[in-house]
């Protein structure tokens, strides 16, 4: 059963799954583009079959935690762009495992390693 609570951007997670107006799904939430000092909601970057694209936030209608729905129609949904702006990269926790210099000092000095994400 699909939980239809609506829940703030803010609690989105990745994977949710985002519809159409008609109820097509046409990808999963990649992540929220967003800009938390003025707590603006831009839209989202979603993961179709097609690479990542953008939705738009005027184009999000409700926001559950399994959800989002959006107003496109399914051809609106075919023509949706590519993200714009820099580059998503990704934390790789895994990067300070082993016995290496490398390893201890960033284990040490909790310093973040940061991957460039492969589409």
Known sequence: MI???PIAYTALEKGAAVLTAHGTRIGTVEHVLQDPSLDLFDGLAISTDHGLRFVDAAQVDRITAD?????LTDEDASTLPEPEGDEVFDADPDQYDGPGLSAWFGRMFKREHWNRREE
Do not use: E, L, Q, S
């Open 3 to 5: 939980d239809d609570t």
């Open 67 to 71: 959800v989002v729905r959006t107003t």
